[in-house]
Structure formats: C-alpha cells, structure tokens
C-alpha cells in the first residue's frame, strides 16, 4: 500500500481557490470537478489496458485502451458526489456504486445509510471518492463495506487529507492506496480539518 500526497503547481492553484471562503458554489464545484478529474489522472497510472490497431491518416499504428471495466468509483454520499463528474471526464464509460455515510455531529462516528455497487466487484479496482479524509472513519468504514461486498483491490482519492485520517487508514487498511491532492495539518476538537476548506458537502450543494 502507499500514501501518495500529488504535487502539481496547477494543483495547488485550484486548491487555493477552492479553500477560499469567497469561492461561490459554482466555482467550488467546478474546482472539485478539476481537481478529481487529475486526482483520477494519477490513481489510474496502472489502469489495465487492452492493446488495439489504429488507422490514422497516414497509416496504421498500435495503440492502448483503457479497460474501464476493470474499475469501480464509489463517491461516499454525499459530498462523494461532486467528484463525479471529474472523474467522468477521464473515464466516461466508469460504473459506480454509491455507499451513504454521515458522521454524527457529536460523536463523529460514521453511520451508514446506503449501500449499491455494481456486480463483479471482486473483479475490479474499487475507487473510493470522498473530498475530506478527516478522521478517517467514514473512508474505513466505506472500504470496510466494500471489502465485506468483495471488493479485493482498493484505491481511496480525496481532495484534502488529515494525518489522523490517514494513519486510520494505514492502519486499519494497509492494503488500501491513498492519493490525495494535499494533507493538512490536523482536526480540530468539532471535527474539522484544518486550514481545510470546511464542509465539503454543504459547500458543493449549497446547504450552508
Ligand atoms: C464528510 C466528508 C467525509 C467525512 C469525513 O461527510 O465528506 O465523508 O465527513 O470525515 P471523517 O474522516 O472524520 O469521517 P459528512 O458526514 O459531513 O456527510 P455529507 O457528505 O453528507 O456532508
Ligand atoms: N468533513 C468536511 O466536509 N470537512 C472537514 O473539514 C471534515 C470533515
């Protein structure tokens, strides 16, 4: 398993602007869009490919196409949902499943309220996509329950990572890939990471 913490000017660029308080909700959707879409670009290095023969203007040539089959993205609900349309731009032909979690205010524990994947995911790469990986406990529970549901590779992408969700998830899940576009520096006492962004979900669906 590996943690992969991207680095990219252009990234940085977009986080910036999206942990901005004066971001609207249209451009925080956009950027999360933009920056799932290179989030995806990274974790699929080793996607598998089935070899094909192209005709181009001036001849044939062989290429590689990505076997979109071979994955499976389940946005965490529901701020998991805005990382979709990103992730489409790179692979528009992805299944998805969809896990429904929700932290408890008080306790921050994650409680779950759905679950729907496609068949044959102990034949795929499972890619779980939540922008915040706080204290970790919702992504280890989503990755628990697709482990219980067969899923036997797993790669979890999030836009802003905590140390502390981080070290759950190497811990509880040491087979699991981490990529994520930046780590923060810690949560605070109410369960957020900070700098942060904030609510990712109230953000990108305006509910705040
Ligand atoms: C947020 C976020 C993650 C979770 C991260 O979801 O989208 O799922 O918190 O925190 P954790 O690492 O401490 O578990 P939330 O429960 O607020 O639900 P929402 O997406 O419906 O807003
Ligand atoms: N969930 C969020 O949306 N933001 C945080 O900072 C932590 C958890």
New binding site residues.
């Given amino acids: 398993m590996s943690t992969n913490i991207l680095s990219h000017p252009l990234l940085d660029h977009k986080l910036a602007l999206l942990r901005s308080v004066g971001t609207s909700t249209k451009d925080f959707r956009e950027l999360t869009n933009e920056i799932s879409m290179m989030l995806a670009y990274e974790a699929l290095f080793d996607a598998p490919t089935v070899p094909t023969v192209v005709t181009t203007p001036m001849g044939r040539t062989r290429g590689q196409l990505v076997d979109s089959d071979s994955f499976v993205f389940v946005p965490?609900?529901?701020?998991?949902?805005g990382m979709m349309d990103g992730v489409l731009a790179v692979m528009p032909n992805a299944k998805f499943g969809h896990i429904?979690?929700?932290?408890n205010?008080e306790t921050?524990?994650?409680s779950s309220y759905y679950f729907k994947t496609p068949r044959g995911l102990e034949n795929t790469i499972a890619c779980v996509l939540?922008?915040?990986?706080?204290?970790?406990?919702?992504?280890?529970?989503?990755i628990a329950q697709l482990k219980k549901a067969g899923a036997k590779k797993i790669k979890l992408l999030v836009m802003v990572a905590?140390p502390?969700?981080v070290e759950?998830i190497e811990q509880e899940h040491p087979d699991v890939d981490i990529f994520a576009a930046v780590l923060d520096e810690y949560?605070n006492n109410v369960?957020y990471?900070v700098p942060g962004l904030g609510?990712?979900?109230?953000r990108?669906?305006g509910?705040t």
């Fill in positions: 965490i609900l529901r701020a998991g949902l429904g979690l929700e932290r205010e921050l524990e994650p939540d922008p915040m990986l706080a204290t970790g406990g919702s992504a280890s529970a989503a905590a502390e969700g759950k949560v369960g990471i609510d990712a979900g109230d990108i669906f509910t």
